[in-house]
């Protein structure tokens, strides 16, 4: 397939399109390797690695014991709030 490089702001890009994309196994904003050889532009998905969310309680437990910020007291209510 012929495509173009075309102006995107300060640099240039190409496009691809969807079925080069499904074939690729990537979606819009997927990190890929890209480098020159041999005066060729060889564009690699890069494998992405599944990250869980931690727990609660994981992340509880990784807290510093001395890390918590001391709690100031900015005098009496000036409003309407409800304390």
């Not at 041999?38 to 437990?61: D, Q």
């Not at 918590?68 to 005098?75: P, R, S, V």
Request: one cysteine or more.
């Amino acid at each position: 397939m012929v495509t173009n490089i075309r102006p995107w702001g300060n640099s240039c890009g190409m496009t691809f399109t969807k079925e080069e994309m499904r074939l690729l196994h990537i979606k819009p904003w997927d990190p890929v390797e890209k480098k020159i050889v041999g005066g060729k532009i060889i564009i690699k998905p890069i494998k992405k690695v599944e990250r869980r969310r931690p727990s609660l309680a994981e992340m509880v437990a990784s807290m510093k014991k001395n890390g918590w910020h001391k709690l100031l007291d900015k005098g009496a209510p000036v409003g309407d709030e409800i304390w």
